[in-house]
């Protein structure tokens, strides 16, 4: 009986096999880390440690327009109850001390304030002169010159509470993130071929009618990164241009439009592959600035992209259309992507071998022949099932789908032509 060595040729054994296999470069899973913008735009940071407190209180304005509804209602609540319980105090003393309030009084004289015998009855005319009610049964005389100077502290007082409360609601309601509501950006992100440069693209759109004055993108890549001195940079905020950087980013946002930037020497995306891409921890911040053509404030909506939601290979779906002579966008796609041929090779690979775009795009002409072969092959079987009736109609599609050739000159060929012309 043979050994089992003897059996199984070494060029068929597991370890033969695994030898002969081609092994792809092992990369790092990538650590899920706290994302610097939320997709909402929020920026996910938390001020911690603050020793000096009393800043804010020197910004009461700041403060109070930047705490949330429930607190500043709060705050407006407490600061009228106080003021009118604060002022019924004035009143009572001032009643108390013209002695309005003693039970056998004589009747020849005159009151400071008619009506006005307890405390609960001073704090319902203090409510009535602050907020400008009516007076009714009580009301001021003549007799004290304090109850004179008093209500005019009062109106002063109550004035600059409405004031500022008025303000306050006015700036809580018309905050900049408000119309930044109506601002929308794509889910995801796309890398793709554009004249022939790897581009990263993104889309923006408003949904508002009224448009958004001077109206700028700006684009900014967060990672953590070490210099050669060893300082490590947990947030390193790289700028990057977009294609209207020569126009200082303005944009004319009547319509969605697709940002793109270029992915060239200056970019950091540029040594990045599609596996290395998503094995990375960076951050891509979009940041959309402009006036609102409405109330004239300026407003400001962001977005990130980490490295799952950006998608190699493909392309935003066209969602303008002209229909009866008017420009349709449909928002409904307005998310939606397509693959097309990419390659996998980052764009400092793509720049040194010109030839991987080509082979790429040659590739996906093929496939696409291919499957347009197997297309009409299966009709025509399935026209030779149901009979030889529709033959000519067959060959009329056949031919309509026939794709020419098309053939991807280098510029090297491209100029040969021309000087043989």
Excluded at 30 to 56: M, W
Excluded at 107 to 131: P, R, W
Excluded at 201 to 206: A, E, S
Aim: proline share 3%.
């Amino acid at each position: 009986m043979l050994a089992r060595k003897s059996i199984i040729p070494e060029e068929f054994s597991l370890p033969g096999l695994a030898s002969r296999i081609h092994r792809k470069p092992v990369f790092r899973d990538r650590v899920n880390k706290a994302r610097f913008i939320a997709k909402s735009g929020s920026c996910n940071l938390a001020h911690k440690n603050i020793r000096e407190q009393g800043r804010f209180l020197q910004d009461v304005f700041t403060t109070l327009v930047d705490l949330k509804w429930r607190f500043t209602l709060v705050i407006f609540t407490m600061t009228f109850l106080c003021s009118w319980l604060l002022f019924a105090m004035c009143w009572w003393l001032v009643a108390f001390a013209h002695g309005d309030l003693v039970p056998n009084r004589t009747s020849g004289i005159e009151q400071c304030v008619t009506n006005v015998k307890s405390f609960t009855s001073a704090f319902l005319f203090s409510i009535e002169v602050q907020v400008t009610i009516g007076f009714g049964h009580r009301m001021i005389t003549e007799q004290c010159p304090t109850a004179i100077a008093v209500l005019i502290f009062q109106n002063i007082a109550g004035l600059i509470i409405n004031a500022i409360m008025l303000g306050c609601i006015f700036m809580k309601t018309a905050q900049s993130h408000r119309r930044a509501e109506t601002l929308i950006f794509s889910r995801n992100a796309v890398i793709a071929v554009r004249n022939n440069r790897l581009c990263f693209m993104t889309r923006v759109g408003d949904l508002r009618k009224s448009m958004i004055i001077g109206a700028a993108v700006r684009l900014q890549v967060v990672r953590k990164t070490t210099t050669p001195e060893g300082e490590v940079i947990p947030i390193h905020q790289i700028d990057v241009q977009t294609e209207s950087a020569a126009a200082s980013n303005s944009i004319f946002l009547l319509a969605p439009l697709i940002i793109c930037h270029t992915i060239n020497k200056e970019s950091p995306l540029y040594d990045l592959s599609a596996m290395e891409l998503q094995c990375s921890d960076l951050e891509v911040i979009v940041i959309l600035e402009g006036v609102v053509e409405t109330t004239g404030i300026t407003t400001q909506a962001r977005t990130s992209y980490v490295t799952e939601e950006i998608q190699w290979g493909h392309r935003f779906v066209p969602i303008v259309t002209e229909e009866d002579g008017v420009y349709s966008v449909d928002y409904s796609k307005f998310g939606n992507t397509v693959k097309v041929a990419t390659p996998r090779c980052s764009a400092r690979e793509l720049d040194e071998k010109p030839s991987i775009l080509i082979q790429t795009l040659q590739k996906s002409e093929l496939s696409h022949q291919n499957s347009l072969r197997k297309r009409n092959s299966m009709r025509r079987n399935n026209s030779m099932r149901n009979g030889g009736g529709s033959s000519g109609t067959m060959r009329r599609n056949n031919s309509v789908l026939t794709v020419p050739k098309v053939q991807f000159l280098t510029p090297e060929a491209v100029g040969q032509n021309i000087a043989v012309t």
